[in-house]
């Protein structure tokens, strides 16, 4: 990082216990290159034991990463440069509307055959990203499942978690593969509104459509983390830590360059 985006990256993190006097070990090492380490593996896709020797150790960084991931910390992270973000941008940090999406990405040999399967549309076996962004495209919520979990098994969940972490949504746009019992649900339960944005019956190859290019766009975002090319992780839920590393180096970068 250069200096510009480490001073976003730092007011962004969260506090350590120790340092606020609630009790804990302080850190043995830099937090600026237990960061850098974590976004240079997800950024250029290496293995954990493959950190260049100008970082930690790996087994230490791994360590940062892993606790990160279970106390939500990266998540915390995420969240609050995604709010300075939509600040610079004059938007409130609730987001109001949303739009709700899926990518299926093949599997590495490690991952599980308890966590993934075959998306018969797509053809592809590994895993699917879930994802609702703003209008901005900054990511609001993710979750991975196999791939064979359709997008209305995993809607009905997703927009729940929608719901817990931004209670202000009350519109989300989506394809043809959220329609049905989902629609009832989202109106009737969640209180959001689900609309489904079609593509007209005359239309032929490629076309833009209202709204669902934003999610599109995101995700060709996260394809330049050569980490998430295909699904290598173990666990689902260091899957999610991945693409919310991915999307934090997007939002402080453009915090950068809006700080020269």
């Known amino acids: 990082m250069s200096d510009a985006e480490w001073a976003v ?19 043995g090492y830099c937090h600026r290159q237990l960061v850098d380490a974590v976004r240079y593996l997800v950024a250029g896709g290496i293995a954990w034991r493959a950190v260049p020797a100008d970082f930690p150790a790996w087994d230490r960084v791994y360590a940062f990463f892993r ?6 910390l990266v998540a915390e992270f995420h969240d609050r440069l995604r709010d300075r973000v939509r600040r610079a941008a004059g938007r409130d940090p609730e987001p109001t509307a949303g739009i709700i ?24 076996n590994g895993r699917k990203r879930h994802i609702v962004v703003d209008t901005l495209g900054l990511l609001l919520v993710v979750m991975v499942t196999a791939a064979c979990v359709t997008d209305r098994e995993a809607g009905g969940t997703l927009l729940e ?5 931004h209670w202000r ?23 959001i509104a689900l609309t489904v944005v079609r593509r007209t019956d005359d239309a032929t190859g490629f076309v833009v459509l209202p709204k669902r290019w934003l999610v599109e766009r995101t995700f060709a975002w996260l394809m330049h983390s050569r980490r998430l090319a295909r699904d290598y992780e173990t666990r689902t839920d260091t899957s999610e830590a991945m693409i919310r590393w991915s ?9 950068a360059r809006r700080a020269d």
């Open 101 to 124: 999406d899926s990518q299926s990405v093949k599997g590495a040999a490690s991952v599980p055959a308890a966590s993934r399967g075959f998306d018969g549309g797509k053809k592809v």
């Open 161 to 165: 978690r929608l719901r817990e972490r």
């Open 247 to 255: 999307m934090s180096m997007v939002m402080s970068r453009r915090l």
């Open 67 to 72: 606790r990160w991931r279970d106390k939500g």
């Open 9 to 27: 990256v730092r007011d962004a993190m969260p506090v350590p216990a120790w340092l606020e006097g609630r009790g804990g070990q302080p850190e």
């Open 169 to 191: 949504i009350t519109l989300v746009w989506a394809d043809g593969g959220y329609t049905g019992r989902l629609v009832e649900l989202a109106r009737d339960v969640l209180r």
